[in-house]
């Protein structure tokens, strides 16, 4: 009988251990890298797609500070490189603030204001969804829709797929 109390004491003390181990303290700082394909885009009369007569893709470098569970903030930087009849240049530049917003089950809405070296501006809402989740990491796919304005262009509106990993 006393072996057995001994027992669910040692059991009770070491998961009681283990959930202090797995408790996350906020403010919570997290990085990421991925890769961003714009697939479509309408403007004005004209609809465009990537990977016809060139391609665009975008690497988004970014940090999110989650201030709870629910919320956090996060800044990405994104550097566009286009290739075209042969040859291929860093095309836009674009800086994305943004809030986080954790809506469970894995997936996230991210709230971005876009500041683009083009001279376009606008928002970017995103819906973000971990697929891998590891100890260290975890892997991610992402819908971004950017819309923009400005630059003596007509409105636009994207439809994207990213995907990458955070750690």
């Known amino acids: 009988m006393k072996q057995s109390r001994f027992s669910i004491v040692i059991i009770f003390l070491l998961s009681s251990t283990l959930a202090l181990s797995q408790t996350v303290t906020y403010p919570k700082v997290a ?45 990405e930087f994104v550097p566009f490189v286009r290739a075209e009849n042969g040859t291929s240049k860093m095309s836009n530049f674009l800086f994305h603030p943004g809030v986080l917003v954790a809506l469970g089950k894995g997936f996230t809405f991210a709230g971005r204001a876009a500041f683009e070296t083009s001279g376009r ?34 409105s636009s509106f994207t439809i994207g797929f990213q995907f990458g990993i955070a750690f």
């Open 31 to 75: 990085g990421y890298v991925g890769i961003v394909h714009p697939l479509v885009t309408f403007s004005g009369h004209e609809t465009t797609t990537n990977f016809k007569d060139y391609y665009v893709v975008g690497m988004p470098t970014g940090i999110n500070i989650w201030k709870s569970q629910k919320i956090g903030f996060s800044m």
């Open 121 to 154: 501006y606008g928002i970017t809402p995103v819906l973000n969804k971990t697929i891998i989740k590891n100890k260290n990491s975890s892997y991610f796919i992402a819908m971004p829709l950017p819309v923009r304005f400005g630059n003596n262009t007509p």
